[in-house]
């Protein structure tokens, strides 16, 4: 398949000028080096895209870079022979917005360890719904289950449980056969919570000691 010149890209700059975000028209020559060049179908946006594109938090390592820690899409040229012209794939984390260039940009070059085949019953887009905050939810249920922690174990709790983490952890535990208690600061959210599956919606005080030893509730 053939590449545009041009693409269009959001890139993060921090310089004499100042720290700004936005548009910009870029070559492939521009991206950080990858043996893997991706025509981008989706993305997501986490709170750490949110500190990188504002500058509110120090994510990005160097500058200018392309924002987005997430990217699903298609190959379009690689010189992995793990992955040909076509192939459905994604990239979530490995750097993407802090040391190389993200998954905000119509065509990502990507080093062939960042990148994974598209899970078999997933979409592009769902795969991105789910984005780095349903992998780092997996992944607690995963080191659960390797520790040979099961339901039988008693509650489970999950904290910041509005959060993006948090409400996939909420459903995935709760999916896991988990008794999930969910904590958090927004009251008015404790029926949204309970739809996700949460047993109970605790309060963030919940979580406070009273005395200096407390029986265990989790």
Known sequence: MPLPDTFTAFRIRNDEAGYRSG???LRLD???PGEVVVKAAYSSVN???????TGKGKILRRFPLVGGIDVAGHVVASTDPRYREGDAVLATGCGLSETLDGGYSEYVRLPSRAVIPQPAGLSQRESMILGTAGFTAALALFRLVENRQTPAHGPLVVTGATGGVGMLAVDIF???GFD?????GKADKADFLKSLGAAEVLGRDALSTTRPLESARF
């Not at 709170?47 to 594109?53: M, P, R, S, V």
């Not at 999930?180 to 958090?184: D, F, N, R, T």
């Open 23 to 25: 548009p910009e028209t």
């Open 180 to 184: 999930v208690h969910a904590v958090s």
């Open 174 to 176: 709760t999916s896991a």
């Open 47 to 53: 709170y750490k895209d949110a500190l990188a594109g």
């Open 30 to 32: 521009e991206l950080s």
